[in-house]
């Protein structure tokens, strides 16, 4: 392995679909209210993919956004990680069918399920792969068409959910890039927050389907709880262990699950109110997509510049989390 090379993030894209769903449209149909649910979630509006779209339609979208902003060619892309656990099928893989549409003819790739951490550990790999000096050029897409596995009469499940897909263009840097990371997973978690029906073990039938066995299950105090302490603790670590200071760190991207995780989150690392991107309040929890759309959103927003200390952090089914620190450049 080549130590001294750095996987770098050298261009973002972003894909939300056109139609947006207000809490207002909520209260027409469930016992619930725009008041409620800003105040419990932060959430004020989430995207909905049209009818005869999902995630293999919504990563092309967020690759063609982020192609536009760097000079590679499609033949030029090494590898393709696609982070979901909505694809548009069991096989081929989202992958498979993305690298068809931009004409990656060069590239192999794969699907990555680890739920709201799925872009993190897809990330994760694809830096290994660049510090292993074999690939060059590698794409993480994480996306998620959540509402195609939501109960829309379930208001403490349906709400918290929207559609989106980002992307990131990995190369190797020398000076630049993912200087430290840490993934765990704990299967413990997994009573907790699932879909029971629709892989081997429960396919699907007239019976699973009339007992809505095909929909997120979600016992929230218990992931509230545990995604505070995930996010915090392992973010800690990695200050600590690369002697970082709440001062020294310039953006802090965390997983957009609920505004009030995050704010906890935030007050226990000591960050300010500035140092914090959240953006829940405009896509709900886009899963695998939501840090990856943050991440879009900063670099709009001027949030970050070359040489800014970024830390992500993720927390998810399974349960997964992760914390990721980089040096910033989108110039390599």
Known sequence: MLNNIKANITAVGKYVPEKIITNHEFEKKLDTSNDWILSRTGIKERRQV????????????????????????????????????????????????????????????FDLSAACSGFIFGLETASNMIKSGIYKKIIVIGVDTMSSILDYNDRNTCVLFGDGAGAVLVEPSNDYGIIDSLMKIDGSGGDYLYMPAGGSLNPATKETVEKKMHYVKQDGANVFKRAVKGMTDITLEIMNR??????????????????????????????????ILINIDKYANTTAATIPIAIYDAIIDNKLKTNDNLIISTFGAGFTWGSMYINWNLDG
């Open 50 to 109: 049209s009818n005869g779209k999902a995630s293999v339609y919504m990563g092309i979208q967020a690759v063609r956004n982020l192609l536009k902003k760097t000079h590679i060619k499609t033949d030029d892309i090494d590898v393709i990680i696609v982070s979901t656990i909505t694809p548009d099928m069991f096989f081929p893989s989202c992958a498979c069918l993305i690298q068809k549409e931009i004409g990656a003819n060069n590239s192999w790739g």
């Open 242 to 275: 690369n002697k970082l200071s709440p001062s020294d760190l310039n953006l802090f991207i965390p997983h957009q699950a609920n505004q009030r995780i995050i704010e906890l989150v935030g007050n226990k690392l000591d960050l300010k109110t500035n140092q």
